[in-house]
């Protein structure tokens, strides 16, 4: 981790889906925490010694807590391992400043496409995008309902009725067809995708082979970087 790093507790853990933890990290004395846009990841110094990027999930209005989604990924290095087995309620982490290589540009309209976890950063982006009464519109695609985080939330916001879920398992006029959502090009709406590699290649291929320009199609592939923390 490069740079000033910055203590926080951790305040909540859940586990909300099949395989995902939900973390809500605060302040030590109960203060604000660093300004952060819609898109924004942290590092975290793990127990493990490994450090790893997370993704912001909660609402860049919310300076109270720092909000997080973290699949357990089984065949993965650690990182994901040490979050849902080592970190404990009340724990005590220290982590980055916020960073932003994903955010928001000014459109008319947005569409949002999430793939299984790729969700943190979208639906920070959904709700800030709500906050300001923009145009978006998102789809949130993933294996089944059970393994679907944050869908409770999703429902109960103000932005649920342009939400639309797509479930591998799910009747197949309820699947993800791209092209369709794709095949007007506007050159006053901005597409933003995240999610498994495969998932994100599929949109942001199907978007090109559309003719939708390059400076439209916004993407976040996410990284596994080993770092010990006394590199």
């Not at 990027?53 to 807590?65: E, V």
């Not at 220290?94 to 639906?123: C, D, E, M, W």
């Not at 916001?157 to 939400?163: K, Y």
Request: with cysteine; glycine share 8%; charged share 25%.
């Amino acid at each position: 981790m490069v740079g000033d790093t910055l203590a926080v507790k951790v305040s909540k853990k859940e586990l909300i889906a099949d395989g995902v933890m939900y973390l809500e990290l605060v302040e030590p004395s109960g203060g604000d925490l660093p300004e952060f846009t819609a898109g924004s990841h942290i590092e975290i110094q793990l127990p493990n010694g490994l450090i790893r990027p997370y993704s912001l999930c909660g609402s860049s209005a919310d300076r109270k807590a720092y909000e997080l989604g973290v699949l357990l990924e089984t065949n993965g290095r650690g990182g994901s391992k040490s979050v849902h087995e080592e970190i404990v309620l009340g724990a005590k982490l220290r982590i980055s400043y916020p960073k932003n290589h994903f955010p928001l540009a000014v459109a008319k309209h947005s569409i949002l496409f999430a793939g299984g976890i790729g969700i943190t950063p979208i639906l920070s982006m959904a709700q800030s995008l709500s906050d300001e009464a923009a145009s978006f519109e998102m789809h949130y695609c993933s294996r089944s309902r059970s393994r679907t985080a944050f869908v409770e939330r999703i429902s109960a916001s103000s932005f649920s009725s342009i939400v639309q879920f797509h479930f591998d398992d799910g009747a197949e006029e309820q699947k993800l067809k791209v092209s369709e959502i794709l095949k007007n090009t506007d050159p006053a709406t901005h597409i933003y995708v995240c999610g498994p590699k495969g998932f994100m290649d599929h949109v942001i291929q199907t978007a090109k082979d559309l003719d939708w320009p390059d400076t439209q199609i916004h993407f976040e592939y996410f990284k596994s970087e080993i770092v010990k923390k006394d590199d």
